[in-house]
C-alpha cells in the first residue's frame, strides 16, 4: 500500500521526509538511474558496436543520437500526458517502454535494427525523468523540494561517472549486448515498486492536445539537436549539414513561441517564465549545464586521448567528482529548504568557476592528484548549483503547474546538454587544430600511437586547457544572473487554489491551465 505524501502546505512540525517520501523517491531514483545511465554506458561501447556490425562511425553513431533525438520529440508531450493519463500510469508505461527497447536492442542483428529500438527505447526514456521530477514535487510540496531533488540529482551527476566504468566493464568482460540486457532487472524492479508504492492518481484532463504546438516543436526541438550533433562530423558550424537543420529548428521552436503565446492551452505554459524566479533558475540552469556537460565530454577526451587511459580506467579517475557531488548534495537540499536558492547556487558556481579554473592549466604530466582534486571540487559545486537551481524553479509554482514545469526544465536539459557537447566539441577542435596542425582534430575520440601521443601530448593538453575557459565564461555569466535574480530568502508556500482570494498575491505566476 502507498503511503500518503503529506500535502504540500504541511506545517512546519511535519517538515520532515517522511518514510512515505522516501519510498517514492527511491522508486523515482530507480527509473533516473537506469535512463541516465544508459546514455553513458553506450557512450563507451560505440567504437565495438562499429566493429561488430562492420558499420561506419557516421552510421553507428545514430545508436546514440537517434536515442537523443526520441527523447528530445517525446519531453514535451509529457506535461500533457501527465494530465490526461496520471502520472502515475505514465510513469509506468514509460519504464515499460524503456524496458523492452532494452531488451530488444540487446537482441539486434544489425546497426539498422539497434537504432530502430534505440529510438523505440528513447521514447520511454525521454518521460521517465521529467515524470520522477514531478511525482517527486507533488508528494514533498515546496517546503521539502529541496531534499527530495537532491535525492533524485544524485543519478543524474553521478551517471557520466559510473557509465563508464560499467560500459568498459561490461563490453570488456561480457559483451555489448549486457550494456541493454542491464536495465531488465532494474526497469523490472523500478515497475513493481511504482505499483506497490505509488498512490494512484486521478487523471486531470483539463485541456486538448496542442497538436498545432506539437507540430512545432517536438520536430523543431529534435531538428535542431540533430544539426547540434552534426557538428564534428562536418566539421563546424559553418557546413550545411549543421546550418539546414538547425536553422529549420529554431524556425519550428520561434514558431512554437508565437503559438504559445497566443493559446491558452499550449503544450508548454511560456507563461511559466513571467515567473521571474522560474525565469531566473531557466537561465542559470541552462548556462550551468551548457558549461558542466560540455566539461563531462572533455575530461575523459583528455584522459584518453592525451593520456592514453582505458575507458575503465578513465571512468574510475573522474569518480572524485561524483563523491564531490554525494557529499554535497544532501547539504545543498537541506539548506535549499531553510533558505533562499540565491544565496545557494552562486556560492556553488564560485566553485564550479575554480575547478574549470584549475582544469584551464591542464598539462600532458598533471599529477592525478591535482586531477582528482580538481573533479572533487567540481562535484562539490555542482552539488550546490544543480538540484538547489531545479527546486527554485518550482519553489513558487502552484501544484497544477508543476507538472509543465518539470517538463520545460528537462528540455532545457537535453537541448543545453546537446549544445553544451556541440559548441565545446567544435571548440577544442579548433584549438587543437591550431596548436597541432590541420589533422590535429582528426584525433578527438580516436586511440593515438604512444610515440606520436607523446609528440603531441603537451599541445594537446594546452588545446583542452584552453577550451576550458570557454565554460568557465559561461559559468561568470550564470554567477552573475544568479547573484542578481534568484531570491535570497524562502518563497512563501503556495495555495494551491488558483481562486483563492489571496492567491494571485502569494505567487505571481500563471497557472498551466
Known amino acids: 500500500m502507498a503511503s500518503s505524501p503529506l500535502p504540500p502546505n504541511a506545517s512546519a512540525a511535519d517538515d520532515k521526509l517522511d518514510r512515505g517520501v522516501l519510498l517514492i523517491a527511491s522508486v523515482v531514483v530507480l527509473g533516473a538511474i537506469m535512463s541516465i545511465l544508459d546514455v553513458t554506458v553506450v557512450n563507451v561501447a560505440i567504437q565495438t558496436l562499429a566493429k561488430e556490425f562492420d558499420a561506419p562511425l557516421s552510421t553507428i553513431q545514430w545508436v546514440a543520437t537517434g536515442y537523443t533525438l526520441a527523447l528530445a520529440t517525446v519531453i514535451p508531450l509529457t506535461g500533457w500526458a501527465a494530465d490526461r493519463f496520471g502520472t502515475k500510469r505514465l510513469y509506468m508505461t514509460s519504464i515499460l517502454l524503456f524496458v523492452i527497447g532494452s531488451m530488444l536492442s540487446g537482441l539486434a542483428w544489425s546497426s539498422e535494427s539497434l537504432i530502430f529500438f534505440r529510438v523505440l527505447q528513447g521514447f520511454g526514456g525521454g518521460m521517465i525523468m521529467p515524470l520522477g521530477m514531478t511525482i517527486l514535487t507533488r508528494a514533498a510540496g515546496p517546503t521539502r523540494v529541496g531534499r527530495v531533488m537532491a535525492i533524485i540529482g544524485v543519478p543524474m551527476l553521478l551517471g557520466p561517472i559510473i557509465g563508464p566504468i560499467l560500459g568498459g566493464y561490461l563490453v570488456d568482460a561480457a559483451s555489448w549486448r549486457w550494456i541493454f540486457f542491464i536495465n531488465l532487472p532494474i526497469g523490472i524492479a523500478a515497475l513493481i515498486a511504482s505499483q506497490r508504492i505509488l498512490a494512484r492518481d486521478v487523471p486531470q484532463p483539463a485541456h486538448r492536445l496542442d497538436w498545432q504546438g506539437l507540430a512545432l516543436l517536438s520536430p523543431g526541438l529534435a531538428l535542431f539537436i540533430y544539426g547540434l550533433a552534426q557538428t564534428s562530423g562536418a566539421g563546424g558550424f559553418g557546413r550545411w549539414q549543421v546550418i539546414g537543420p538547425g536553422l529549420i529548428g529554431i524556425a519550428m521552436i520561434t514558431g512554437f513561441v508565437f503559438h504559445g503565446l497566443r493559446t491558452s492551452d499550449a503544450l508548454i505554459d511560456l507563461r511559466l517564465f513571467t515567473n521571474r524566479v522560474f525565469a531566473a533558475s531557466s537561465v542559470t540552469l541552462v548556462l550551468v549545464i551548457i558549461s558542466v556537460f560540455g566539461g563531462m565530454l572533455l575530461l575523459p577526451l583528455y584522459l584518453q586521448v592525451v593520456r592514453g587511459e582505458s575507458a575503465m580506467d578513465t571512468g574510475l579517475l573522474l569518480a572524485p567528482q561524483g563523491l564531490g557531488a554525494m557529499i554535497a548534495m544532501p547539504i545543498a537540499g537541506r539548506l535549499t529548504d531553510k533558505t533562499g536558492v540565491g544565496r545557494i547556487v552562486p556560492f556553488g558556481l564560485v566553485v564550479v568557476g575554480l575547478s574549470f579554473l584549475a582544469l584551464t592549466q591542464l598539462a600532458a604530466d598533471t ?147
Open 367 to 513: 599529477s592525478y592528484w591535482v586531477f582528482g582534486a580538481a573533479l572533487f571540487v567540481m562535484g562539490l559545486g555542482m552539488g550546490f548549483t544543480m538540484m538547489p537551481t531545479f527546486s527554485g524553479a518550482m519553489q513558487t509554482l502552484r501544484r497544477a503547474a508543476i507538472a509543465r514545469a518539470s517538463t520545460t526544465l528537462n528540455i532545457e536539459q537535453q537541448v543545453g546538454a546537446s549544445i553544451g557537447t556541440a559548441v565545446l566539441s567544435v571548440l577544442l577542435t579548433h584549438e587543437i587544430v591550431s596548436r597541432v596542425g590541420g589533422g590535429g582534430g582528426g584525433g578527438i575520440g580516436k586511440t593515438l600511437p604512444p610515440a606520436v601521443r607523446e609528440r603531441v601530448a603537451p599541445d594537446l593538453a594546452a588545446a583542452f586547457g584552453a577550451t576550458f575557459w570557454y565554460a568557465l565564461a559561461l559559468i561568470v555569466v550564470a554567477f552573475v544572473v544568479a547573484i542578481v535574480l534568484l531570491p535570497k530568502q524562502k518563497p512563501e508556500p503556495i495555495d494551491d487554489d488558483p481562486d483563492a482570494p489571496d492567491a494571485a498575491e502569494a505567487a505571481p505566476v500563471l497557472v498551466a491551465h
